[in-house]
């Protein structure tokens, strides 16, 4: 009877630790796998981060693509926009001050927390406080994401709850035809 006692209570811790969410630590040179649904196809993007105190750099790799995609400290904070930029225009591409790069900005997150919706390229972004739907699993582990709906076209996006790099890690019914989900975490 002791046993089954202890075997309920190690089930039952084990399934609590196991349902809660967790929230990698991004920094520098860390790598993020995706996998990219685009225009019907399946491509394997693999980004590593570069941080600096001025710029952040995500170096790009995907199918014969290799190219540095640069985001300035201003569109870290602040951006409003994000550049769906494939890495194929140029091997150093420098993003405007206003665009982020698999990201949103800190103070679009910020909104998001405060007011449970942000604005993005001219888009409202809504939070579903619905059970969360298809969450990221990395290792067998979900990821403590916010998942958020478009008004306009009902594009989705999960982005990892990180007020200082609000990553995003699964976009859904894009209208563009770019959608991804972020599949391994190297380097945390």
Not at 59 to 83: F, Y
Not at 151 to 173: G, R, S, Y
């Amino acid at each position: 009877m002791k046993n089954i006692i202890i075997a309920i209570i190690f089930c039952a811790t084990y399934q609590i630790v196991m349902a809660q969410n967790y929230v990698p630590s991004i920094g520098n040179n860390t790598t993020l796998h995706y996998i990219c649904k685009l225009h019907g196809q399946t491509r394997t993007l693999t980004l590593t981060t570069e941080m600096t105190s001025d710029t952040l750099v995500l170096n790009l790799e995907t199918r014969g693509v290799k190219s540095s995609i640069r985001t300035m400290p201003e569109a870290v904070k602040s951006g409003t926009e994000l550049s769906f930029n494939q890495g194929e225009n140029a091997p150093i591409l420098v993003l405007k001050p206003t665009e982020t790069f698999f990201m949103i900005s800190q103070s679009a997150y910020q909104d998001l927390l405060k007011n449970n919706q942000f604005v993005y390229n001219n888009t409202t972004y809504v939070l579903d406080k619905n059970e969360e739907k298809n969450p990221v699993i990395i290792d067998g582990k979900a990821l403590s994401t916010l998942h958020v709906v478009a008004q306009i076209d009902n594009t989705e996006l999960w982005i990892l709850e990180n007020p200082d790099f609000p990553l995003l890690c699964k976009v859904a019914k894009n209208p563009l035809g770019i959608n991804f989900t972020l599949t391994e975490i190297v380097g945390q």
